[in-house]
């Protein structure tokens, strides 16, 4: 049985401040016309990790099954699926080809479980090269972290 399946492009990005630090993600989804912005952050995080967090982010605010288009500049999360790493992963019981536990492993099978309900499919973008959508993925991932941080000031750094 072949659905018809709306087709989504799902434009992701992942920003930290420092590496451990904190970290902002951001989704554009984009459906004809329509378009959905999706951002938010975490105080302690990797770029990794908010890579990952905006895919899954992504695909989690779909509400019904879709055939999307994954665009991302992020190596890590393309090559991912497109070289079959996670293939590769779950076959060696989350370890890499040199035996050590895979790392993000639970956002990685928390992203699995995200894609079960859609067909994914993972294309590279060129980071920082004029390419819209992820600019503006970009910029709303770092205002992300700048909200974070500026939430997580005191109210007055005076002693009074």
């Known amino acids: 049985m072949t659905q018809n399946l709306r087709e989504i492009d799902l434009y992701t990005d992942g920003a930290c401040s420092g590496n451990p630090g904190p970290g902002g993600w951001a989704a554009i989804l984009k459906y004809g016309n329509h378009v959905k912005e999706l951002e938010g952050s975490m105080p302690q995080t990797t770029n990794n990790r908010m890579e990952l967090f905006a895919v899954i982010s992504g695909l989690g605010a779909l509400k019904e099954p879709c055939r999307v288009r994954v665009h991302s500049d992020s190596t890590y999360v393309v090559d991912a699926f497109n070289k079959k790493w996670v293939d590769n992963w779950q076959q060696n019981g989350w370890k890499t080809a ?63």
């Open 98 to 160: 040199d035996k050590k536990p895979v790392e993000n492993q639970d956002l990685w099978r928390l992203l699995l479980l995200t894609m079960r309900r859609h067909q994914v499919s993972f294309h590279k973008v060129p980071g920082h090269a004029n390419h819209a959508e992820n600019n503006r993925c970009d910029a709303l991932a770092k205002a992300a972290i700048q909200s974070l941080v500026k939430s997580l000031k005191p109210e007055n750094d005076s002693l009074s």
